[in-house]
């Protein structure tokens, strides 16, 4: 489903060139799970975001379900990021005029979704059940828990059923139970609906639950676990 080749990401600063990926190869199939790990700045996010449309590799190709996606128009890209891809982030990025049940709705509207809205609504609050949170349907981001506004991020990840969901250090802001909550949820998720999954972490303890761990260092993979669970 997902295979990067030769992935270099190249920054200029001044006179002084810093290389962030130097030569990846990343491999995920339909319905797999991943676990990237490392330590700051080894490459991990930006190695997420040229996987997920985000960020231009300054060498190498990105194949997403075939595609070659830096062969595409931007627009083209950008649907694609809408439609078959969901995004978690560190921050959660819940607009904040926006109930929990809204901002889950949000990007089937803007993917222009050909369902109707009662039924993107149903769909949402069907999310926000299995998320757990489907009391909180009405409540704005700032009467969430930093735990809760993350699982209706988790949910607005799921909106326009994508094949994979990317997980940038979901839980760098959550304590360690909360996280562990997340984990779980996004772990179901995948095993559940056979939705592929990437998640980039610090977190070296839970590997034996992907199908993949891949081990990160000074913008290259030093180790690649597998494991079929």
């Not at 990846?24 to 319905?31: A, N, P, T, Y």
């Not at 982030?89 to 369902?115: C, G, T, V, W």
């Not at 009467?143 to 607005?156: H, K, T």
Request: proline fraction near 3%; hydrophobic fraction near 40%.
């Amino acid at each position: 489903m997902i295979l990067a080749k030769n992935i270099h990401k190249i920054y200029t600063q001044g006179n002084c060139k810093i290389e962030a990926l130097n030569g990846v190869d990343l491999e995920l199939k339909k319905g797999e799970s991943l676990l990237i790990v490392g330590p700051s700045g080894a490459g991990k996010s930006t190695l997420l975001h040229i996987v997920g449309g985000l960020d231009t590799p300054t060498i190498g190709e990105v194949f997403f379900n075939g595609m070659n996606l830096y062969s595409l128009k931007d627009e083209e890209r950008a649907k694609i990021r809408n439609k078959k891809m969901g995004f978690v982030f560190q921050f959660y990025h819940l607009l904040p005029e926006f109930s929990a049940l809204e901002n889950i709705m949000l990007p089937a509207f803007i993917s222009k979704d050909a369902r109707p809205t009662r039924v993107i609504k149903e769909s949402a609050m069907n999310l926000l059940e299995t998320v757990g949170l489907a009391d909180r349907r009405s409540h704005k981001p700032r009467e969430l828990s930093g735990g809760e506004a993350q699982r209706v991020a988790i949910a607005r990840a799921l909106i326009n059923e994508p094949d994979v969901i990317l997980a940038d250090e979901p839980t760098g802001n959550l304590d360690s139970e909360m996280g562990s909550q997340i984990y779980d949820i996004l772990w179901k998720i995948n095993k559940e609906s056979g939705t592929a999954l990437i998640i980039v972490s610090h977190n070296e303890m839970m590997r034996e639950d992907f199908n993949k761990t891949y081990y990160m260092e000074d913008g290259n993979i030093k180790n690649k676990e597998a494991l079929w669970v």
